[in-house]
Nanobody, 114 residues
Framework: QVQLVESGGGLVQAGGSLSLSCEAS????????MGWYRRAPGKARELVAA???????NYADSVKGRFTISRGNAKNTVYLQMNSLQPEDTAVYYC????????WGKGTLITVSS
């Protein structure tokens, strides 16, 4: 079992920045990759960014050049630095860990006002 706890998020004006962090606990040695997904109102959940144990990253086209994902030295923490936020980035952001199965955090709301 892996537990994920997110922190960060909130309300920001367009063009602003926010950061998210997620700490994993439990069977963290089985984690192969971590990342962030989001679900905007009325839309399906989508991948935002992911990073595997080798440091390889993957970003949604819509956030490339604006968002940066990273992991802590202990590999049980993942961060998402979000710059140049736009109203279309408004969503609930979920931390994800890929282990023997998928694990999800409870989500944190980010609202970007125009």
């Amino acid at each position: 079992q892996v537990q994920l706890v997110e922190s960060g998020g909130g309300l920001v004006q367009a063009g602003g920045s926010l950061s998210l962090s997620c700490e994993a606990s439990g069977s963290i040695f089985r984690i192969r990759a971590m990342g962030w997904y989001r679900r905007a109102p009325g839309k399906a959940r989508e991948l935002v960014a992911a990073i595997d144990n080798s440091g390889t990253t993957n970003y949604a086209d819509s956030v490339k050049g604006r968002f940066t994902i990273s992991r802590g030295n202990a590999k049980n923490t993942v961060y998402l630095q979000m710059n140049s936020l736009q109203p279309e980035d408004t969503a609930v952001y979920y931390c994800h860990a890929l282990s023997s199965m998928d694990y999800w955090g409870k989500g944190t709301l980010i609202t970007v006002s125009s």
